[in-house]
């Protein structure tokens, strides 16, 4: 499966974007779908987490949980990454990842297919 990120741009503190993850080659139903983020000099960090199918189970990083969302549009192949609230702290590359595991995955190593990224920028 490729994965296609979108979405990304430069916003003021305060405001709020909407990523975009469109799949192409596999139905993206099938895939536990992650987003990271990567700012210069840090390691790769897990944002948010959407289970196969429904979608009914997520997860999210402790300093995101209150003003991100994932979902997912299977009809569309595309997961989705509303980011409100945002701060300076929140400027960085996004990248979504599939895996065709059944758990919900919070940590990068066992995504099997990543995108390109997107970037974000937050200004004060």
């Known amino acids: 499966v490729q994965l296609q990120a979108s979405g990304g741009g430069l916003v003021q503190a305060g405001g709020s974007l909407r990523l975009s993850c469109v799949a192409s080659g596999r139905a993206l139903g099938s895939y536990v779908m992650g987003w990271f983020r990567q700012a210069p000099g840090k390691e790769r960090e897990f944002v948010a987490a959407?289970?196969?199918?429904?979608?009914?189970?997520?997860s999210y990083a402790d300093s995101m949980k209150d003003r991100f969302t994932i979902s997912r549009d299977n009809a569309k192949n595309t997961v989705y990454l509303q980011m409100n609230s945002l701060k300076p702290e929140d400027t960085a590359v996004y990248y979504c990842?599939?895996?065709?595991?059944?758990?919900?995955?919070?940590?990068?190593?066992?995504?099997?297919?990543w995108g390109q990224g997107t970037q974000v920028t937050v200004s004060r």
């Open positions: 990842a599939a895996d065709q595991a059944i758990a919900v995955l919070d940590t990068a190593a066992p995504y099997d297919y």
């Open positions: 959407i289970s196969r199918w429904s979608g009914a189970r997520t």
